[in-house]
């Protein structure tokens, strides 16, 4: 392979050798003409050759009987999108190199750019857009769109960056009631937050102090419901706070005095169970207090008497075992109430005596371990160990010294 290589390069070197030495004549008649190839230093030459030798040289091959000149092998000036006006005035793209597209007094859109889409559209105004970066406000010149998608405040078509255009104006100011070290309420012009660090009022932006600024105004008055000398209730107009000095009821501010003003609401009713002379219940409507003097039961206010408002349903009765006369327990029914009054047990309500409920369940020693980890022994029914979470020992068993061990 490196005998092939080096035969084809001095092949190449007698054939560009014997073409230099041709005449212009010698050249066009064997079919030559220019052909421009790139030297060993990298500079563009131009040489006579064949096609095929322009070829096998890797140049760029002129056509047959042209000759070289110094413009030959100069390659063309690069072109562009060029944004230029036409007689009749409207835009219009064409292909142009940058100096033909100056000279035509057009736009340039750059080299390898194509007439294609909106390129010669007119861009959009911009102006001045203060935008947040990592080191604080800054100031750019684009457009609204630009400006408002990077989250900016545009400031206008046609403004332009300066040293205060971003700089936030002053805060406005305003009245603020402040008290003075006398104690004394005086009025200054301050900004809000000023007169929040000194604990005034702010009257609003761009308020004035005047005479009556910092005067508080009047407190409301009202209807106010008081006591009289003779013990009568008597309307009068007072503030609030003279209302209360004087223990009255205040009706609320912009109230007037009016012939209900201080009449109390009448109570409210509903229905009431009372017991009748022949010792049944009935049902009026009287007022809770009404209902408290005949010593009835009062359903609520607002409740009506209705067919079963007053029916008293009777308590569940069912088995209670009591001690008899002769100290046996007997299991009698009755209502719970009943069975505490003879001191018995009540077995729950709707349960029947039977022959053994009133048999007190069989009892037997129980192991429970107490809060300090002492296991002791009792005596007690299953039911009750189980719930203590302790070892029952069986029924009829006692506690002796290794029950529990």
């Known amino acids: 392979m490196k005998k092939l290589s080096f035969f084809k390069a001095l092949c190449m070197s007698v054939a560009a050798a014997a073409a230099t030495l041709m005449t212009p004549s010698q050249s066009m008649a064997q079919g030559t003409g220019a052909c421009c190839v790139r030297s060993s230093t990298g500079s563009i030459s131009c040489v006579q050759l064949t096609a095929s030798q322009c070829r096998m040289r890797m140049g760029v091959f002129r056509g047959e009987g042209v000759a070289c000149t110094d413009t030959t092998c100069t390659p063309p000036a690069a072109t562009g999108a060029c944004c230029v006006r036409n007689a009749s005035g409207a835009v219009i793209c064409v292909q142009a190199t940058e100096a033909d597209c100056i000279a035509r007094s057009g736009q340039y859109r750059g080299n390898g750019s194509r007439c294609t889409g909106p390129v010669c559209l007119p861009p959009p105004p911009t102006g001045a857009c203060c935008v947040r970066s990592n080191t604080g406000i800054q ?185 008899s006369s002769t100290g046996t327990a007997e299991c009698v029914v009755v209502t719970a109430d009943q069975c505490r009054g003879r001191q018995g047990i009540f077995r729950g309500p709707n349960t029947t005596c039977g022959t053994d409920t009133c048999t007190p369940p069989a009892t037997g020693a129980c192991c429970v371990r107490d809060p300090a980890g002492t296991v002791t022994c009792i005596i007690v029914p299953e039911a009750a160990c189980t719930s203590a979470q302790g070892t029952y020992r069986g029924n009829g068993t006692t506690c002796a010294n290794g029950t529990c061990p």
């Open 139 to 323: 100031c750019v010149v684009v457009s609204a769109d630009v400006c408002f998608s990077r989250g900016g405040i545009f400031r206008g078509q046609g403004s332009v960056c300066t040293e205060t255009t971003c700089t936030p104006p002053p805060a406005p100011t305003g009245a603020c009631c402040v008290r003075s070290s006398t104690g004394a309420i005086e009025c200054v012009v301050l900004t809000a937050d000023q007169c929040r660090t000194r604990q005034g009022q702010f009257r609003g932006p761009n308020t004035t102090c005047a005479a009556g600024t910092c005067t508080p105004p009047p407190a409301p008055t009202g209807a106010c419901c008081i006591r009289s000398a003779t013990g009568a209730t008597e309307c009068v107009v007072l503030t609030a706070a003279q209302c209360l000095e004087r223990r009255g009821v205040f009706r609320g501010p912009n109230t007037a005095c009016a012939d209900g003003t201080c009449t109390p609401p009448p109570a409210p009713t509903g229905a009431c169970c009372v017991r009748t002379a022949t010792g049944t219940a009935e049902c009026v409507v009287l007022t809770a207090a009404q209902c408290g003097e005949r010593q009835g039961v009062y359903r609520g206010n607002g409740s009506a008497c209705g067919a079963d408002t007053c029916v008293i349903t009777p308590p569940p009765t069912g088995a209670c075992c009591v001690r």
